[in-house]
Structure formats: C-alpha cells, structure tokens
C-alpha cells in the first residue's frame, strides 16, 4: 500500500512540475481552462494543470515585417514595384488571440492591401515626392482596422521604389531639362542685374569728370601691361579715345 502511495506522489509531483512555466517580461501569456479564457498570467514562474489548462504567450516587442515587393499601377497609369516595412506590435493580448486566427498574416496581408490601395491613388510624381506622407496614409488606414486584433501600428515605410526602365529615361531626361532651364533663367537673371549694374556706372562717371579721368588711366595702364605698343594723345576728350 505505501509503495502505491510513493508511486501516486511521485506521479502527481512529476505531473505539477510538468506545468511550471517561466514567462519572460516581454512577453503576455493567456490561460486557458477547458478552452475558456480565465486570465492572464504575470511574468515569472507559473503553474497550470497540463491537459486541463493551456498557456498561450504573445510576444509584445515591436516587431518588422517586410512586405514583399508588389507591383502597383499609380493613378497616371504608371507601373511600379514598391517595397515597404510595417513596424508594430501587440498590445491587447486577449483581442490578438481571440479576434483572429494569425495576427501577424493579418497585418501584413491588410498592409499589403491598403498600400496598393493608396498608391493606386496617388500620382506618380506625388508618389516620388512626398513619400512619407504617402507611408502615412497607408499606416492611418492599416491601424483602423489593426485596432480590432489588438495591435498597433507604429510605423510603415516605403523602402523603395522601383520604375519600368523607359520610365526612368524619362525622368532622366525631365530633370535635365529642369537643370538646363534653371540654367537659363539664372544667367539671364544675373545679364540683366550686370546692366543694372553697368548703366549705374555710366551714369556716376558721367557727372564726375574726375573719376572719367582715373577710369581713363586705369583702362590706359591695363592695355601697357602687354608686350603691343599703344599710344594715346592725352589731350585729346575721352570719348574720342
């Protein structure tokens, strides 16, 4: 009869130390009692009762998913692949385990969706600029429906994006043709302040016979700095020189 009893204990001691669990700080851990939720477990060592209850641990840190390239048409009909990053992470334990089946296929299929989604509305130049505020859209539109299944979406990012070859030509040729008509504006911007500048002179040398003499001379001194001989007659008005 003892020995049945030593033989029980130890089957009981080894069925409680079965169900000693250690959850970490980062995670959340849900009980489980015959399939019904009946609590959530604090960090530390804990016990259940293995084949009546059941642990699920959620891992709350942020996490980063990649969304695999997808091509996406832009609302001026232009082809592109686009790369982006989502940035979230779980905050209500219950709604992540209960409202859906994989949250994390969830999130990343929505993202998908409503990238293109927004992308398709959205130019592509606009697209190309103000890509930030594009991500921002996606991220506002992913988080109303992310909210359910108990995550938040911290931050998505377009990593990059990728146009048809003949597209990129294109461009190249547009930005050079911005290049050269900057080009264009800012020396004829710059002729007309130098005549500005130039028709002012003239006018100051004109009332002041003094300073038409020391510009005489300083022109005079110029050309003898070469090997040419040139001779003046100084007597003669400067504007016969």
Known sequence: MSLVLVLLAALLVTYLLSGLRQINQWEAALRFTLGKLTGRVSPGVTLFLPGIQELRRIDTRMKNRDLLQQMVITRDNVTTMVDAVVYYRVVDPEKATLAVENYETAMKDRAKVVLRDVVGETRLDELLAHREEVAAKVRAQVEAVAA??????????????????????????????????????????????????????????????????????????????????????????????
């Open 148 to 241: 359910a299944w108990g995550l938040h979406v911290e931050m998505i990012g377009l990593q990059d994006i990728a146009l048809p070859p003949q597209m990129q030509e294109v461009l190249a040729k547009g930005a050079i043709a911005e290049r050269d008509r900057r080009y264009v504006v800012i020396k004829s911007e710059a002729d007309v302040e130098s005549a500005k500048n130039f028709a002012e002179a003239a006018s100051i040398l004109a009332r002041s016979p003094g300073a038409m003499e020391l510009r005489r001379f300083e022109a005079l001194a110029n050309l003898s700095q070469g090997n040419t001989k040139v001779i003046f007659d100084l007597a003669k008005p400067y504007d016969d020189v």
